[in-house]
Structure formats: structure tokens, C-alpha cells
Antibody, heavy 121, light 107 residues
Framework: EVQLVESGGGLVQPGGSLRLSCAAS????????MDWVRQAPGKGLEWVAR??????????EYAASVKGRFTISRDDSKNLLYLQMNSLKTEDTAVYYC????????????WGRGTLVTVSS | DIQMTQSPSSLSASVGDRVTITCRAS??????LAWFQQKPGKAPKSLID???TLQSGVPSKFSGSGSGTDFTLTISSLQPEDFATYYC?????????FGPGTKVDLK
């Protein structure tokens, strides 16, 4: 069974940093692209970042709203996905979901339950 | 960036109704379109990708169609478990962009 479990969310002050993790199980993690998607309270979904599978040397893509502040990475030996978030802004407040994206299919076929990040003073 | 719009933004329907939601892209995206269902307090669930391919385990009452800029999601006979918010997503180019969502509630 595919499982994605996020952790690391919490309350942080503007300008602060936080690192989110996503533990994956039930599938060949290293063979999949992985993404972070967020949802501000009461709002819609926003794609945040992607890291490609090891076959494409872990290249990354970012939404403009987070580029230069957030870094997506992965540890295939531990089946872990990360999102390092720096210079956080109040508008980064959201539930952050990790999602699996299979090769050759549309993205986000499986999602974690999400972790809440609140940026507030 | 490719902008995605959805209509209607919300609709009220009864159990057994046929429901159609429309998604439009600001430029052609071929069939690189996915649909997701989200219930309150839950993670989104993938329903359809490639505009019309049902994900494994998704009931056949859901169907998708379209190509280019105009797409539809149809629920053939609405059931209580289908009341939710539905989002479309284009994935032909970065940044991936979602539509604003269509909330389906009980009339």
C-alpha cells in the first residue's frame, strides 16, 4: 500500500525557516517524481515544487512564489522527501502535501495527509 | 503561466443528478489535464488524468473529456459521497496550475 506521511510543520515567525519531511513507503520511491503542493486556509491548491526521479539526476522545478527560498530534496536510501523553507512569509501559511507523480502518467496519483505550516508573529 | 478557470464555482445538486463541471485553459494543453476530488479536512484524491483516463479504483460514474483548451468532468449519478470540491490541473508545462475549484453541495 502506498503511504506518504508528512511531518515537520508548526508555527514559525516571518523570516524563519522550517524543514518538512515526507516518509514514503509501499512503492519504489527512487523511480518516481515527487512534488509538494500546498493549500492556504480556505483556499485552493497550489503546486510548490518537484524533484525528478534518480534517472534524471534529481533535477528540480519551483513555483515562482517560492523559488530562491524553498529547496526540495530527496534521500532515496531512506525513502524521504524534504522541503527546506527559508525566509518564510505570512503568505506561506498553508497545509503542505507531498504527492507522488508516476513516470508516464499524470501527476499526484497519491497524496499524504498534509502538515500545517503557520507563519505568524 | 497557463491559467485555469472552472465553471461553475459552485453548484447545488440532488442525489441521482448528472453533474458536469467545465475547465478551461488559457492556452492549448493537449490532453495534459487531471481532475481531483477534495473533501473537507482531507487530502485531494486523484480521479482522472490525461483528460479522460480514470485512476485505478475510481468508479465509472466519473468521466472526463476534452482536449486543447476545454475540458469537462461528468458525474453520471451523484451520490452522497460525491459532495466535495473538484479541481482541474494542467501539467503540460511548469508551473503546474490548478483551477480554482468547483464546490458541489446538496440542494
Amino acid at each position: 500500500e502506498v503511504q506518504l506521511v508528512e511531518s515537520g510543520g508548526g508555527l514559525v515567525q516571518p523570516g524563519g525557516s522550517l524543514r518538512l519531511s515526507c516518509a514514503a513507503s509501499g512503492f519504489m520511491f527512487s523511480d518516481h517524481n515527487m512534488d509538494w503542493v500546498r493549500q492556504a486556509p480556505g483556499k485552493g491548491l497550489e503546486w510548490v515544487a518537484r524533484i525528478r526521479d534518480r534517472g534524471r539526476t534529481d533535477t528540480t522545478e519551483y513555483a515562482a512564489s517560492v523559488k530562491g527560498r524553498f529547496t526540495i530534496s530527496r534521500d532515496d536510501s531512506k525513502n524521504l522527501l524534504y522541503l527546506q523553507m527559508n525566509s518564510l512569509k505570512t503568505e506561506d501559511t498553508a497545509v503542505y502535501y507531498c504527492a507522488r507523480s508516476p513516470l508516464g502518467r499524470g501527476p499526484f496519483d497519491y497524496w499524504g495527509r498534509g502538515t500545517l505550516v503557520t507563519v505568524s508573529s | 503561466d497557463i491559467q485555469m478557470t472552472q465553471s461553475p464555482s459552485s453548484l447545488s445538486a440532488s442525489v441521482g443528478d448528472r453533474v458536469t463541471i467545465t475547465c478551461r485553459a488559457s492556452q492549448g494543453i493537449s490532453n495534459s489535464l487531471a481532475w481531483f476530488q477534495q473533501k473537507p479536512g482531507k487530502a485531494p484524491k486523484s480521479l482522472i488524468d490525461a483528460a479522460s483516463t480514470l485512476q485505478s479504483g475510481v468508479p465509472s460514474k466519473f468521466s472526463g473529456s476534452g482536449s486543447g483548451t476545454d475540458f469537462t468532468l461528468t458525474i453520471s449519478s451523484l451520490q452522497p459521497e460525491d459532495f466535495a470540491t473538484y479541481y482541474c490541473l494542467q501539467y503540460i508545462s511548469y508551473p503546474f496550475t490548478f483551477g480554482p475549484g468547483t464546490k458541489v453541495d446538496l440542494k
